[in-house]
């Protein structure tokens, strides 16, 4: 017995193709709004580079800092990447760096002394260097 496959008809696969192109240029172009542009990306200073490691996960944090602005970059263990623009507050226990387009889980960076920190409400862990 053989099976024939009904034709994806025109007008859904002209629909989805255009979704898909759109998607990519929003993806694109909210890249080189974070980024900065690519003139702009390579005066950024690394901060430093720490590990996540919290319940198993493998992100990479890279931050990065171009004079008034910062920068905080994760890369996951399954591929995923994000760079995302920080609010950064003066405090004593050092400088906050909290995503600018806000944190759902409450969660918030610290760094002191060269050392990241990972703060929720439970409290603050410290990161591991890279």
């Not at 931050?63 to 970059?73: A, D, K």
């Not at 969660?107 to 591991?128: K, P, V």
Request: overall charge negative; proline content about 1%.
């Amino acid at each position: 017995m053989t099976t024939m496959l009904n034709a994806v008809p025109r007008e859904i696969l002209d629909a989805a193709i255009e979704f898909f192109r759109i998607q990519g240029l929003q993806g694109s172009s909210n890249r080189r709004r974070v980024m900065g542009g690519v003139s702009t990306m390579e005066a950024q200073q690394l901060v430093g580079e720490w590990l996540d490691t919290r319940d198993g996960e493998g992100d990479k944090i890279n931050v990065y800092r171009s004079g008034e602005q910062w920068v905080l970059e994760t890369w996951s263990e399954d591929g995923c990447h994000s760079r995302d623009l920080m609010q950064v507050t003066e405090t004593v226990d050092g400088l906050k760096l909290e995503d600018r387009g806000g944190n759902l889980f409450g969660e918030y960076f610290l760094l002191r002394d060269d050392q990241l920190h990972l703060c929720t409400e439970s409290g603050c862990q410290a990161l591991q260097s890279a």
